[in-house]
């Protein structure tokens, strides 16, 4: 029997891709390895859909037509690329031909969809490829039109080849130069199949080709799910390449990205030009036609989340999402889904990557339009229409003061949105859609829709303000909710809380939020990114602090315990220490790392840190003649440090002319190695050479999964990343890694009725009336694109009786009240985007809250701490106290926490005599005995209790008179065991003060001891 051979794998394929999948069984044969071209599909295709044009070209070659039209093809391929000439067609002696026809985008156009029907898909089993080496055969082809698109190598396991063996094949077996696998020029993507699992690459290049897995996932891992009855991988065939499927993707996602980087070199700059060609991985595939879906069935109105994991190309996805939104229509194919697409986003690099890869699919200007003007340009591109617009979110509230000022110069626009629908899809969820300018946004796209709302139901129970401050209150409460014309999709890797409720469109397959996954532990798992946690170092650093001044203030203990803390991290003697290990590790570690191409980035607590840092470094490199570990510094403003006064700084000067512009490039070459930062490159930066982070600086939830994933980014020849970290503990990044590594637990729903419940509570405070909260609307909602000085004047004047009714509470009522309010204001900003209350006592309250928060009294906290002069540092080192992996695949992740009717009340400051906390402090960081120590104390202890005179002395004296027996028998004690411990017994005899500390525990300890054996 051989039912479990390869052969019948095959068999299968074959199978199902000619009963199902719209193929046409082709001949090996007729392959013709010098062209790699099936030569008689190409002329039946020309003469099927161009005969014309054939005609002439046999008119003028006569029998030699069919070799002049392939010469002219086969030239054309190898010039423009095969996904150029499907798209575009290519010259023959004057004439253009098509190679392709792609499926329209409406069913309007018979003409186009009678020639798309004309597209004939091969399918090829053991094609002879090469007139070398005549005896190798592919294991399958796919064609189309003549064209070799796709080739297989396929392998079972069950006969011990797996899907290894195949990419090996692929590697040492197949010449990248034998026509067929040059690349860009035939076939355009290359699959590694067995039953289990997929992988592919569009570009051949011998032992180096890299491989990215193409496999659906499996419970949030790598692999594939079983199927009834079914191959795990069968998807790749009835669905991905199926004769519909794989059209789309030739059409509308295959595209070359073209990347330019520039290299000094002896005789200049030279630029170094590198093309891939972009096949979509399965989970970007699987996102962009589920959202499409969706889209065309259910319309607009609706809001999508799809959690990616940092570094699975986000940026892609949007772009192919962007582009299919911009051209859908409904499922009669006669109107537009969506009017425009708007893509928000804070990132350069997509702006141009979205124009780039557009244009390949659209071949004319005008589908994108980047805002990088002004709101006026967001406006006219609004109004006109555009496609695509790429803009960030900043500009919205802008958009009426805009109308205004061009109508005043006579330059009428008019942003019309009746009818009409909007496709908002936002990079980074959480940072895009947070507070009013989010608000504005709905509300400038639903323009028309919430004008025609403002019904007379709504009006009628708001008989103490004017019309028009009716009709403008109405507006901005029906702006927070989903509005019907608009779709949000948004895209991010570490979901909020907020983000979660907001945008809760369920997948239609598991009916639960997010829309969409791909997860930080799959992506892992199929090496798309690289763990960031494999190899995590912590340091530690152990001070000690001497107060200076002879008096002993009190001072607020968690104030002046930063205080403290800053002293020590800003010391130049930490600083230089921390460089002297960056410097060193990145010389020995990760210099050679990359093939000598790796880089590190320093990430400092604040702005004067990167100042310091940057000195440090440059001062230390100098000293020891590096000139292997230039640095650059990324900080925002000037800054002025205390300890130079005259001096100040910025990001240019400090690096040597560089634009803020240029920086990223300028670190992509070879001259600089280091990228010191301060609050900036922590998101979206995308360098993949980065290996190693040392890290200075308290991180918490979102912002350490974005910062350390900087490093997550796969290149030729990075293998593993490096953290190096002196402020954080293990514990505290898994914590907040973990809720991010799958699945984000959604936390519990927050209760719509606290509203109700704040808006009593801060009612009774009779902070004000409804007089004075429907006087401050009717001046605040009169519709003026600004405020007039007498509208300025009025809002004050009915606020600032309120804010002196808040002063005669006392300081635990004004604590209250304010929590409150501030609770409120935050409640009602998020529960308004998802509940639709439609009650403009909320809407009121909220608007007046905002304002009267910002003229209450401000909390009186002191200020910063500062020391002065007060204390010094004694000693000081850094020690290492963790390395290896931080393990993510432990333990169960937190849910994410919601807003509560929990105000944010200042915690009583608790004071305390400087030297206590001095001591606490040096308690902590100042001594960290090794289990070794502890022996080498607990035997001496031992040895003290069973000695008869000090068991004599301790029953009949206090332990101060005792002490005068223990102090003279110690050092002998001590003595007796140093070959136990020579490293402590040098210290105890060299130092003083350790030998007064240890003598101070070990006598309390063995009093103690013999006290409680005489009891």
Not at 959 to 984: P, Q, S, T, Y
Request: with cysteine; glycine share 4%.
């Amino acid at each position: 029997m051989s039912k479990h051979k390869e052969i019948r794998f095959e068999e299968a394929i074959e199978e199902s891709l000619l009963a199902d999948g719209g193929y046409f069984k082709g001949d090996s044969d007729s392959f013709d390895p010098l062209f790699a071209l099936y030569p008689r599909d190409v002329i039946s295709f020309v003469e099927a859909t161009q005969d014309k044009k054939w005609q002439a070209i046999k008119a003028l070659h006569g029998p030699k037509a069919e070799d002049a039209l392939l010469s002219a093809l086969s030239r054309e391929l190898g010039s423009k690329g095969a996904l150029t000439v499907l798209r575009k067609g290519f010259k023959c002696y004057g004439k253009t031909f098509d190679l392709a026809y792609f499926a329209p985008n409406t069913g309007m156009n018979p003409e186009a969809k009678a020639l798309y029907d004309k597209n004939e898909l091969k399918v090829t089993r053991q094609v002879h490829f090469s007139e070398k080496t005549p005896n190798q055969t592919l294991d399958m082809v796919l064609s189309l039109n003549g064209l070799p698109v796709v080739t297989l190598e396929i392998k079972n396991a069950m006969t011990g080849q797996t899907v290894d063996h195949a990419i090996k094949q692929y590697k040492f077996d197949r010449d990248p130069n034998e026509q067929i696998f040059k690349f860009k020029e035939r076939a355009l993507v290359h699959f590694a199949v067995d039953t289990d699992q997929a992988f592919m690459t569009t570009r051949l290049s011998g032992g180096k080709t890299f491989f990215l897995p193409f496999n659906k996932g499996y419970e949030n891992r790598a692999g594939n799910p079983p199927q009834d009855g079914d191959y795990r991988t069968s998807y790749l065939w009835k669905d991905i390449l199926a004769r519909d499927s794989l059209m789309d993707i030739l059409a509308r996602f295959l595209h070359l990205q073209v990347q330019e980087r520039r290299v000094v070199t002896k005789k200049g700059i030279k630029v170094e030009k590198r093309e891939t060609m972009i096949f979509p991985r399965f989970h970007q595939l699987d996102v962009v036609r589920e959202l499409v879906s969706h889209s065309k069935a259910k319309g607009s109105g609706h809001n999508y989340l799809v959690q990616h994991s940092a570094g699975s190309g986000k940026s892609n996805s949007i772009a192919w999402l962007a582009h299919r939104l911009s051209s859908l229509h409904d499922g009669a194919g006669q109107a537009k889904v969506f009017n425009s697409v708007i893509v928000v986003t804070d990132r350069r690099v997509l702006d141009q990557q979205l124009q780039d890869t557009i244009y390949q699919f659209e071949h004319k200007q005008g589908v994108v339009q980047k805002i990088d003007k002004d709101t006026r340009q967001l406006t006219k591109a609004l109004s006109s229409g555009v496609p695509i617009i790429i803009t960030t979110i900043q500009k919205f509230p802008f958009i009426a003061q805009a109308l205004d000022t061009m109508s005043q110069k006579g330059e009428t626009i008019d942003i019309d949105t009746s009818n009409k629908r909007f496709a908002v899809i936002v990079d980074e969820a959480h940072s895009s859609q947070s507070g009013e300018t989010a608000m504005e946004l709905r509300k400038v796209l639903n323009r028309s829709g919430i004008e025609n709302a403002i019904a007379s139901e709504f009006l009628d129970e708001e008989e103490n303000l004017s019309e028009e401050a009716k009709k403008e209150l109405i507006a901005e409460m029906m702006k927070r909710p989903r509005q019907p014309n608009l779709s949000f999709f948004a895209f991010t890797a570490t979901p909020k809380f907020k983000t979660q409720v907001i945008f809760n469109e369920p997948n239609p397959r598991t009916n639960t939020a997010p829309f969409h996954t791909y997860s930080m532990r799959q992506a892992i798992e199929e090496k798309f990114i690289l763990d960031v946690l494999a190899n995590y170092t912590t340091y530690k650093r152990f001070f000690g602090l001497v107060q200076q001044m002879e008096d002993d203030p009190e001072v607020p203990k968690s104030k002046a315990a930063k205080a403290l803390s800053r002293f020590v991290s800003m010391h130049s003697y930490d600083i230089s220490q921390k460089v002297e290990i960056i410097v060193e590790h990145f010389r020995s570690s990760t210099k050679h790392k990359i093939g000598g191409k790796a880089k590190a980035m320093v990430v400092t607590g604040s702005r004067i840190h990167a100042v310091r840092y940057k000195l440090a470094f440059d001062k230390y490199i100098q000293e020891k003649g590096y000139d292997d570990v230039r640095s650059l510094v990324a900080f925002s403003g000037d800054v002025s440090d205390p300890e130079l006064p005259g001096h100040t700084f910025t990001e240019v000067g400090m690096n040597s002319g560089i634009k803020e512009r240029e920086l990223p490039e300028k670190f992509a070459t070879d001259e600089f190695k280091v990228l010191l930062v301060a609050e900036k490159y922590q998101t979206g930066f995308d360098e993949p050479l980065l290996h190693t982070m040392y890290v200075d600086k308290r991180l918490a939830g979102v912002q350490t999964v974005q910062t350390l994933s900087r490093l997550n980014r796969m290149t030729s020849g990075k293998e593993d990343t490096f953290v190096l970290d002196f402020v954080n503990e293990p514990e505290e990044i898994y914590k907040a890694f973990k809720p991010y590594y799958e699945v984000t637990p959604p936390g519990e729903a927050t209760d719509p009725h606290q509203l109700y419940d704040l808006q009593h509570k801060i009612e009774e405070w009779r902070l004000f009336d409804q007089s004075e909260l429907n006087a401050f609307c009717n001046v605040w909602f009169q519709k003026h694109v600004e405020t007039a000085s007498a509208d300025h004047m009025k809002l004050n004047a009915i606020i600032d009786p309120c804010v002196e009714r808040f002063k005669k509470l006392d300081d635990e009522q004004q604590e209250n009240c304010k929590s409150q309010l501030e609770s409120f204001r935050r409640l009602y900003a998020f529960l308004a985007q998802v509940i639709p209350y439609q009650d403009t006592s909320l809407e009121k309250l909220y608007v007046f809250a905002r304002f009267l928060l910002k003229k209450l009294p401000r909390r009186d906290d002191g200020g910063v701490f500062e020391l002065d002069e007060e204390v010094t540092l004694q000693y000081y080192r850094l020690q290492k106290m963790s390395e290896g992996a931080i393990d993510l695949s432990e333990g169960e992740a937190e849910p994410l926490k919601g807003p509560t009717e929990v105000g944010s009340r200042k915690a009583e400051e608790e004071l305390v005599p400087l030297s206590t906390l001095i001591e606490r402090l040096n308690d902590r960081f100042g001594t960290d005995f090794t289990e070794a120590d502890r022996l080498f104390f607990e035997q001496v202890a031992e040895a003290a209790t069973q000695d008869a005179t000090l068991k004599a002395a301790a029953e009949v004296n206090t332990i101060e008179n005792f002490a005068l027996v223990f102090d003279k028998m110690l050092e002998g004690l001590f003595i007796e065991r140093m070959d136990g411990n020579e490293a402590i017994f040098a210290k105890l005899i060299a130092d003083k003060d350790f030998r007064r500390i240890a003598n101070e525990h070990l006598l309390k300890d063995v009093y103690e001891r013999l006290s409680k054996a005489r009891v």
